[in-house]
């Protein structure tokens, strides 16, 4: 799943993951991670359909996403490695 990702996710997944990525496991309260996630902020947009214009709209990934995706993903203790 992870290899059809952008850079800017497998950085995040790789910084902040606590389960393996090869040999390097993440850490989602390292610099590493905070600075993956700025980048995937930065760099990163989805393209959604707009029924109302009928155009595709660019959805740039903001921060509430990736702070969701910290608390209920890599910081989910269930889930280390």
């Given at each position: 799943?992870?290899g059809?990702?952008?850079?800017?996710?497998?950085?995040?997944?790789?910084?902040?993951?606590?389960?393996?990525?090869?040999?390097?496991?993440?850490?989602?309260?390292?610099?590493?991670?905070?600075f993956?996630?700025?980048?995937?902020?930065?760099?990163?947009?989805?393209?959604v359909?707009?029924?109302?214009?009928?155009?595709?709209?660019?959805?740039?990934?903001?921060?509430?996403?990736?702070?969701?995706?910290?608390?209920?993903?890599?910081?989910?203790?269930?889930?280390?490695?």
């Amino acid at each position: 799943m992870f290899g059809n990702m952008s850079t800017y996710w497998k950085a995040v997944r790789k910084e902040c993951g606590q389960w393996p990525w090869d040999v390097f496991i993440g850490n989602p309260s390292s610099a590493g991670c905070a600075f993956a996630n700025s980048a995937l902020q930065n760099n990163s947009y989805y393209v959604v359909w707009n029924p109302e214009t009928k155009v595709y709209d660019r959805v740039n990934v903001f921060f509430g996403l990736t702070d969701s995706i910290t608390v209920r993903l890599w910081n989910n203790t269930a889930l280390k490695g």
